[in-house]
């Protein structure tokens, strides 16, 4: 559905950009190029979330401040590139340049809608300074995580002028509705600069940028007296899974999310609950994900621990390995009946392997634990399987889910 909303104003800003930047063909190239600029519905028609919640209707005013948006989302996404040098080999300055081009043909499009002195244009232009200077004094000492959630309602203070212009457009004395949408668009912005410092790791170390998820693992190794080698971004970001700290940002998110949401409960703002759910149920996944990795994981350092070192004994009989191997199986068996294979881009899956080890066993697993796997594979949607839950089906995934049910009935 946002998608389909979306295409019509990403059409506009698209024509709008090669009108107005034509004499620029490098700033064409950086903003209207997905790779740098990335490409998220939402952005497309930011504005509009929150039309409703005043009862506003989508006019000619409205749609010019969803270009200016639009163009907004743009050059922060291109600074951000910059900032966090993940592109390599661009023309950097490029980049930045042309984040100023839309910065000011943003601004130039917001001082037609707004008076050029309008309060609201002047504080979340200084909210936005004062942000890029907060950051970068922002360390160890000075953290809280108060001054972190404000710092991330300050990076988006461009974007609050959706809200702001919907508040002016409306004519509203409704002040309670206006700050509601505010906190709750201030807890949504902190909740993705926690999602991205949790996967911006390496990029945010070696450019001395502060990382929330980098000072709560020192805290955490502090206490623990653990010392972790700096020099290597890569090994840390692995740590940070492992430790179980990633799993602490990923709530930290939720909640954030969840506030966010709870503020807008008796607001009509379908459009912006959308937008929080699926940023919620994206978290979500990610949570499970990590959780799955560190079952595997320590799943895998058990069976290193008791197998590494130990000599093979011939005076074992078949019979006997046979039953080491299936209590093993039962013990790694999930709370939900299901079990997990290695981990791979696509996440780790647990329906290819719970129909997998269930075909294989399902003549020597107590009927408890067969149950419970078989009750696994049939809460899945449809009738076929893929390699994970919620993921495309294949035919082995289903194959094996099928054939998983002869003898015993897969009814």
């Given at each position: ?136 004094a922002f360390g ?24 702001d212009c919907n ?144 000599l093979v004994d ?98």
């Amino acid at each position: 559905m946002d998608k389909e909303l979306s295409l019509p104003y990403r059409n506009n800003l698209h024509t709008w950009l090669h009108e107005h930047l034509a004499q620029d063909p490098r700033a064409l190239h950086w903003s209207t190029n997905d790779r740098f600029c990335g490409y998220s519905p939402m952005y497309d028609y930011y504005p509009l979330q929150f039309a409703p919640a005043f009862g506003i209707a989508v006019d000619n005013r409205l749609e010019t401040i969803n270009l200016a948006s639009q163009l907004c989302f743009k050059a922060a996404l291109l600074k951000d590139q910059y900032n966090d040098r993940k592109e390599k080999g661009v023309d950097e300055q490029e980049q930045v340049t042309t984040a100023k081009v839309l910065f000011f043909k943003a601004k130039e499009i917001l001082e037609t809608v707004f008076e050029v002195n309008s309060k609201f244009w002047q504080q979340r232009y200084h909210e936005l300074q004062r942000a890029e200077a907060v950051e970068k004094a922002f360390g160890q000492k000075k953290f809280s995580y108060a001054a972190y959630r404000r710092l991330a309602d300050n990076k988006v203070a461009i974007a609050k002028l959706a809200i702001d212009c919907n508040f002016i457009t409306a004519e509203s004395a409704d002040t309670v509705l206006y700050q509601k949408l505010l906190k709750s668009h201030a807890a949504f912005a902190t909740s993705m600069q926690l999602f991205d410092d949790l996967f911006d790791v390496p990029e945010d170390m070696e450019n001395g940028q502060f990382n929330i998820a980098v000072y709560l693992l020192k805290q955490q190794c502090s206490s623990s007296g653990i010392v972790f080698d700096e020099s290597k971004p890569d090994e840390m970001e692995k740590h940070l899974f492992l430790s179980g700290v990633a799993r602490s940002v990923l709530m930290l998110c939720l909640k954030e999310v969840g506030n966010a949401q709870l503020l807008i409960k008796d607001i009509n703002a379908p459009l912006w609950q959308a937008t929080l759910i699926s940023y919620e149920q994206m978290y979500r996944k990610i949570m499970v994900g990590t959780d799955e990795y560190l079952s595997l994981f320590k799943a895998k350092a058990l069976l290193s621990k008791k197998y590494k070192f130990v000599l093979v004994d011939n005076t074992i009989s078949i019979s006997d390995s046979c039953n080491s191997g299936l209590e093993f199986i039962q013990r790694q068996q999930n709370a939900d009946g299901t079990w997990f294979d290695y981990h791979t881009s696509a996440g780790v899956s647990n329906v290819w392997a719970t129909g997998f080890i269930l075909n294989m066993t399902k003549h020597l697993l107590p009927k408890p634990a067969f149950l419970m796997a078989k009750s696994a594979l049939k809460k899945e949607p449809g009738l076929l399987w893929g390699y994970r839950s919620r993921y495309i089906v294949d035919s082995d995934s289903s194959g094996f889910a099928i054939l998983c049910g002869a003898g015993k009935g897969f009814k």
